[in-house]
């Protein structure tokens, strides 16, 4: 028979809203169990610097994600190595399966799965993805050292993960389809002043090509979006940095979503439709995405969960009577 774990409050998730959700849990003294998934610390353990959490003008993202899951440990939260496949939502308390086989009962759930790297879906990207194409610079970068390499996107995250390949590439092309970025104007700034960067505005990519033995990229052929030309560009790496979405699998059929797959909260809250779930972070935040906004909302969570089930209680305890 499998494993069962009971707890009040699951939090499933390892980035800043389910860690944060995990230290006012543990200090509710509610005792909550936090499954980590697939990534540990989510998505900050692919960056290097972070420059807007508060107290920290400059931090790596995977030290703060230990940090934090330090701190939530500290506080009496038990953080457990694991992926969760499925929610039974229709009975209370909440039975989660997980790939480990372990069956996770709780009161009250708090989803904190964030999101993950969108892809372009070329059927070339996906032959060469780990073999010239990748989504984590961080992850990825070193294999390059020397090499010409091309980023795609124009966000946020493709401007710093071209400034960070400069630190192995011979040159970085920046491929955006339009000619503005979205990303930050200090980000822009650090890009347009680094003369291995190359902006190639107006194009995307129409196919990634390469060898086949050993397979790996060898450029990749790229379309101008106004006049339809195609040109090449050799590259030996092709990183795509074209945003995220939100990891909802678990919830998709069951919880309403908007705005590509966000969940949907109550206004100024975590509680989702069904009661005892509640959401937080990049799962249901199609706005800001950001490590201090994601915390904020797990922080919300915890205490709204917490609040929920001390309800709960209170109704038990008066129907008793
Ligand atoms: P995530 O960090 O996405 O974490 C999701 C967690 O859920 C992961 O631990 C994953 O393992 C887990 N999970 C998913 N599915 C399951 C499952 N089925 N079972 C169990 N666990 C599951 N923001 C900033 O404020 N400043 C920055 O400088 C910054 N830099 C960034 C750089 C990059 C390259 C990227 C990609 C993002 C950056 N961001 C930055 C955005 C920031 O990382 C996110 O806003 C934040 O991490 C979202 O936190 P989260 O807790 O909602 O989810
Ligand atoms: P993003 O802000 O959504 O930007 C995605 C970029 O990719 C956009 O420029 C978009 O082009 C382009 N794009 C999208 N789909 C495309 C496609 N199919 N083909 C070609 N280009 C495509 O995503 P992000 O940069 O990953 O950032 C996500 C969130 O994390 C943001 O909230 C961001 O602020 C945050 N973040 C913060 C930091 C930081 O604070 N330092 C660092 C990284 C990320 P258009 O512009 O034309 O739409």
């Known amino acids: 028979m499998a494993e069962q774990r009971r707890t009040k409050v699951l939090i499933i998730g390892s980035g800043p809203a389910g860690y944060t959700a995990g230290v006012y849990a543990a200090r509710a003294m509610v005792e909550p169990i936090l499954v980590q998934g697939i990534e540990p610390g989510g998505q ?16 790596q993202g995977p030290d703060l994600m230990v940090r934090m899951e330090t701190h939530a440990k500290a506080m009496g939260c038990e953080v457990v190595s694991d992926i969760i496949s499925s929610i039974d939502f229709e009975n209370r308390p909440f039975v989660c399966q997980s790939d480990s086989g372990t069956e996770y009962v709780a009161d009250a759930v708090i989803l904190a ?12 990207e996906e032959k060469f ?3 010239g194409v990748s989504a984590c610079a961080t992850c990825d970068g070193f294999f390059y050292r020397g090499q010409e390499i091309v980023v795609v996107g124009g966000g946020n995250t493709a401007v710093e993960e071209a400034l ?11 491929i955006h389809r339009r000619d503005e970025l ?6 822009q700034d650090r890009l347009f002043k680094n003369p291995k960067i190359e902006p190639l505005w107006f194009h995307e990519v129409d196919e990634v090509i390469g060898g086949e033995d050993p397979l790996g990229v060898e450029g990749v052929k790229v379309k101008h979006t106004k006049t339809g030309e195609i040109t090449e560009i050799p590259c030996k790496g092709v990183f795509i940095a074209i945003g995220h979405a939100p990891a909802n699998e678990l919830v998709k059929d069951v919880l309403e979503t908007h705005m590509g797959g966000y969940v949907v909260t109550k206004p100024d809250s975590t509680e989702t439709s069904i009661p005892g779930i ?4 990049d799962l249901t935040d199609h706005k800001y995405r950001q490590a201090v906004t994601s915390a904020g909302m797990g922080c919300m969570a915890a205490l709204e969960a917490e609040r929920w089930l001390a309800e709960q209680e209170d ?4 129907a008793a009577e």
Not at 182 to 187: A, P, V
Not at 278 to 281: D, K, L, V
């Open 278 to 281: 509640f959401a937080a972070g």
């Open 44 to 59: 900050l353990t692919t960056t290097t610097e972070v420059e807007n959490w508060p107290g920290d003008s400059e931090v």
């Open 113 to 124: 799965t964030g999101a993950r790297a969108k892809w372009l879906g070329l059927p070339s």
């Open 315 to 318: 109704d038990a305890a008066l």
């Open 129 to 131: 993805k780990g073999f």
């Open 182 to 187: 979205r990303s930050e104007k200090i980000l």
């Open 164 to 174: 960070f390949l400069t630190n192995f590439a011979s040159k970085v092309t920046l």
